[in-house]
Structure formats: C-alpha cells, structure tokens
C-alpha cells in the first residue's frame, strides 16, 4: 500500500518569512496530492490541492509542487502570520479505479512568531 | 462548497455502553464517506469505508464488530462504538467527497472519552 512521509515535524518560523513542508510517497500510481490544516480540536480544513498531470499550483499565499519522477510534493507558505500555525497534514490517493483512499502523512505543527 | 456536519462534538460515555457518531453531507449527496480515528498528535487513520446501500469496507485491525457502520441515505452515515473501554477514547472524524473532481472534506471532528 501507500506510504507517505512528511518533514519536518516541527517548524517554527517568524511572522512573515516563509515556511517549507514535504512530503514523499511510496505509490507511483498515486494522482492526487491534497493538504490539509487541522487546528486544535477540529477536523482538517482542505488548503490545497495538486493532480500528478500538474507541477505546481499556486494559491495566493499557498502553493504546491510536485515531482512525480522523485516521488516527493511540497507545501509552500509565504508570507506567514500567526493564523497559519496549525498542524499540516500531507495526504496522496489514487483516483482511478474508484480507490478513493487517503494515506496521510504524520503532520508537521507549524508556529509562527510574531 | 462542501459541507459536512458531525455531531455530536464531544462525548463522554461509561464503560460498557454504546455511542453513535453522526457524519451527514448537507449540500450533496455521498455514496462514499470514511471514517478516520486520530491519537493526540498523531496522524489520522482511516478506520473505515462506508458505502451507501452496502456493507462497510474496514482496514485492517479494525474489529467491524465493534465499530458499528450504517450508511443508510446518500447523506448520512453513522458510527457506533459498541461496548466503548477507555483505549477507544479518541478523536474520531468522518469525511466524504462532492463528486469526482471534488477534494475530500471534513466533518469537525467527535472527541470520545470513555470513563
């Protein structure tokens, strides 16, 4: 089955500066790359999302890259502020076929400093 | 966009007895939704499967007879945790997905603690 890592497990970074998350899969035919932001006590919040027939995605503050040949996606935030630290979970499946199932990484608890 | 209600948000319950979680799609119908259970700062595994009209899919090691699942409308789906013990304490959380091209979402999540 799927295995996904992420790192690191912990970042804290200052208000404004930009902060990396990564995550690699273990399954080729994985095509669907999600991340998700979970605040305390809450379920997870869907932030972005990438397909493997696309590289990078781009959402204001927030964007994804992905490289299928080395298996490995990441999470980018720029220009962060307080609101953005949360536990980030990185996730893949394989749409086809009607596998819908989510692996999810083991998450990284993000502190921004003001 | 997508919503996805779970109730109740907290529960206590005694040992022994049995809870039901609710995970309803408010704006959509789903075939599918899962079920994941989350371990103070861990990651969230996926428990179950529950498909509308049809027996759950579980994962392995979970026992089915003790995580009970009913999928009986395209909108609801319910989990019961029969006979709960104090390891069954944890966050538990459904999800589903819109339609193909949709991202999965979350409901808020049921925090059990069994006394």
């Known amino acids: 089955g799927e295995n996904v890592e992420q790192h690191p497990s912990t970042l804290s970074v200052q208000e404004g500066d930009s902060a990396v998350i990564k995550c690699t899969y273990s399954?080729?035919?994985?095509?669907?790359f999600p991340w998700y932001k979970q605040e305390l006590g809450k379920g997870p919040q869907l932030i972005i999302d990438?397909?493997?027939?696309?590289g990078e995605k781009k959402d204001q503050r927030i964007a994804v890259t992905l490289n299928k040949t080395a298996k490995h996606f990441s999470l980018h935030i720029t220009e962060t502020q307080p609101e953005d630290s949360a536990v980030y979970f990185c996730a893949a499946s394989n749409r086809n076929f009607g596998n819908e199932k989510l692996t999810f990484g083991t998450g990284t608890r993000l502190t921004i400093i003001p | 966009g997508a919503v996805v209600s779970q109730h109740p948000s907290r529960v206590i319950c005694k040992s022994g007895t049995s809870v039901k979680i609710e995970c309803r799609s408010l704006?959509?119908?789903?075939?599918?939704m899962f079920w994941y259970r989350q371990f103070p700062k861990q990651s969230l595994m996926l428990m179950a499967t529950s498909n509308e009209g049809s027996k759950a899919t579980y994962e392995q090691g979970v026992e089915k007879d003790k995580f009970l699942i009913n999928h009986a409308s395209l909108t609801l789906s319910t989990l019961t945790v029969t006979s709960a013990h104090p390891e069954d304490s944890s966050f538990y959380i459904c999800?589903?997905?819109?339609?193909?091209?949709?991202?999965?979402?979350f409901g808020s999540g049921t925090r059990l603690t069994v006394v």
């Open positions: 399954d080729s035919a994985s095509n669907y």
């Open positions: 999800s589903a997905r819109k339609g193909q091209e949709s991202g999965y979402t």
């Open positions: 990438i397909r493997s027939n696309v």
């Open positions: 704006d959509f119908q789903a075939t599918t």
